[in-house]
Nanobody
Framework: VQLQASGGGLVQAGGSLRLSCAASGRTFSSYAMGWFRQAPGKERDFVAT????????DYADSVKGRFTISRDNAKSTVYLQMNSLKPEDTAVYYC????????????????WGQGTQVTVSS
């Protein structure tokens, strides 16, 4: 599966952005999806994950209550709605896919998008 992330940009603290990740292929619903982020000089960290059906979701503690992951299997797209953004959310955001259940570490994902930059100014 090929993934194409988009929607990043520059936003002021307290603002919102919605990231999208479009997938190729006809079996999108069989993949659990995840969002990760990587700030300069840091590791790629887990942000959110969603099951293939979309019924189960989970988040990193740092984004709970502010970010929402969702998916539209008819459009083969996963989204990350980011509200109340903080300067510490600044990073390159990556979407990822894996065949089995939700994943919380980058090592279990097989497919990655190219990343989209999110910059939050104070």
């Amino acid at each position: 599966v090929q993934l194409q992330a988009s929607g990043g940009g520059l936003v002021q603290a307290g603002g919102s952005l919605r990231l999208s990740c479009a997938a190729s292929g006809r079996t999108f619903s069989s993949y659990a999806m995840g969002w990760f982020r990587q700030a300069p000089g840091k590791e790629r960290d887990f942000v959110a994950t969603i099951s293939g059906s979309g019924y189960r979701k989970d988040y990193a503690d740092s984004v709970k209550g502010r970010f929402t992951i969702s998916r539209d299997n008819a459009k083969s797209t996963v989204y990350l709605q980011m509200n109340s953004l903080k300067p510490e959310d600044t990073a390159v955001y990556y979407c990822a896919a894996r065949r089995n259940g939700m994943g919380y570490t980058r090592y279990v994902y097989n497919y990655w998008g190219q990343g989209t930059q999110v910059t939050v100014s104070s």
